[in-house]
């Protein structure tokens, strides 16, 4: 069987300080990523609304217009910077999540812009799983009250290495997704997500650990660093686990870069070991990767997709 992963990749996740000034918030996602690619990163993963606080009242505020692809630099500011920076630093550039705005539709999504090393867009991803919760005397939030969700999942080839797939957040919380994405050949699963003081106590780590227990593949979680004095307060805690759903390398709560050496054998390792993926029982529950599946898996997303 070929190898998941092509050869060893050094993935990195910035935990940046992000706040409410958008040119600032995107000089220092350069300078951050510029550092992760000098320590070797061959990919570089920033988090969820890198560019804007989180907050449904920010969103509309910050959108940016990304159709018709690719957008002018006045309609996406944050699509030409990403785009450099992934030229500039030679990696793969998974760029978080910004608010996006579709003129046509009146619409707003969370998305997600994956570049290419020579600046090129790779993937769009917007977040199909929208964050409506009400945990009473904790928290409450409702992103549907701004937001669209996205209507397909997203596999991105990375030719030298093998297949990511990338999701945003609450997204992790549906294990159908991270199913399917490694059943159609990931070797790495990444979310930029910002969960909170409450959720993320609960139930961060445990996310990222049941989504590479139950597909045996890499998974990065990548949360922007804690502002105790922003309106929503991430968690923090970036992370990296292996296959074998063992933590390799977590952050606090402040502003730094985690950092991971992948690799393939890894993950033949755990699947010769507890070879789950040889003993599913399709003759007594459906494949949930086959089928009517919508996802974009190719690499190559010249435009963004319809709803
Ligand atoms: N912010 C999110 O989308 C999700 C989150 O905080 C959680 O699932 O908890």
Redesign the pocket.
């Known amino acids: 069987m070929a190898k998941l992963l092509k050869k060893p990749v050094k993935l990195a996740l910035v935990q940046l300080a992000t706040g409410a000034d958008k040119a600032h918030n995107l000089s220092h996602a350069r300078s951050k990523v510029l550092e992760a690619t000098r320590a070797g990163a061959n990919i570089v993963v920033l988090p969820?609304c890198f560019n804007s606080p989180y907050g449904t009242s920010f969103f509309p505020k910050y959108a940016e217009t990304l159709l018709p692809s690719p957008p002018t630099e006045s309609q996406s500011p944050t699509f030409h910077a990403l785009s450099n920076l992934a030229k500039e630093s030679g990696a793969y550039l998974v760029g978080g999540s910004i608010p996006e705005y579709w003129a046509e539709t009146k619409k707003h999504y969370n998305t997600s812009l994956t570049f290419a090393p020579d600046g090129r867009l790779l993937a769009t991803h917007r977040k199909v799983h929208l964050?409506d919760?009400d945990i009473p005397g904790k928290i409450s939030?409702h992103?549907s009250d701004v937001l669209s969700p996205g209507n397909k999942l997203t596999i991105v080839d990375l030719p030298e290495y093998g297949k990511i797939a990338v999701a945003?957040?609450?997204d992790?919380?549906f294990p159908e997704l991270a199913m399917i994405a490694a059943r159609k050949g990931a070797f790495l699963l990444l979310y930029p997500?910002?969960?909170?003081l409450t959720?993320?106590a609960l139930?961060w780590e445990l996310q990222a650990r049941a989504r590479a227990m139950d597909n045996q593949v890499y998974v990065g979680l990548c949360s922007p660093a804690r502002d105790m004095k922003a309106e929503y307060n991430a968690w923090g805690h970036s992370m990296i686990v292996d296959p074998n759903a063992a933590v390799m390398a977590q952050l606090g709560e402040d502003e730094d870069i985690v950092y991971a050496d992948l690799n393939a054998d890894k993950i033949e390792e755990t699947r010769k070991g507890i070879p789950i993926y040889t003993q599913r029982r399709f003759d007594v529950y459906p494949d949930v990767s086959k089928g009517d599946v919508k996802y974009d898996g190719d690499g190559d997303d010249v435009a963004l997709p319809q709803p």
């Not at 997500?193 to 909170?196: I, P, S």
């Open positions: 969820e964050f919760i939030f992103e945003i957040c609450y992790v919380r997500g910002a969960f909170n959720t993320g139930h």
